[in-house]
């Protein structure tokens, strides 16, 4: 059997679970629009990316991430997407 690697390693995934209450109010707005939010691996890395029934106005990946700040990030990244009328797309450069 394969072994799976993660995006991140427990230890920082298990810190984005601390019973903290966190808002991802854009990545909410994204949902109740009927758009997605993907996480996964592209060419060996961690991306998440954003999408709604238009357009796919974020995809962010950074080295060594943890899994609750990559999420962090992809809220903030959606609403300066928003702000600015633009398409932030760090996957492909």
Same mark, same amino acid.
């Given at each position: 059997?394969? #072994?799976? #690697? ?14 903290? $209450? ?14 997605? @939010?993907?996480?996964?691996? $592209?060419?060996?890395?961690? $991306?998440?990316?954003? %999408? ?9 990946? #950074? ?13 903030? %990244? ?8 633009? @398409? @932030? ?5």
């Amino acid at each position: 059997m394969r #072994k799976l #690697k993660s995006c991140t390693d427990h230890a920082s995934l298990a810190g984005a679970f601390t019973g903290r $209450v966190v808002a991802y109010t854009n990545i909410e707005a994204i949902l109740d629009d009927g758009g997605d @939010i993907t996480v996964g691996r $592209v060419a060996g890395d961690c $991306v998440a990316a954003a %999408s709604t029934s238009y357009d796919c106005p974020v995809m962010v990946r #950074k080295d060594g991430e943890s899994f609750a700040a990559l999420m962090r990030r992809l809220d903030r %990244s959606i609403g300066k997407a928003w702000d600015n009328e633009t @398409i @932030i797309d760090e996957v492909n450069g």
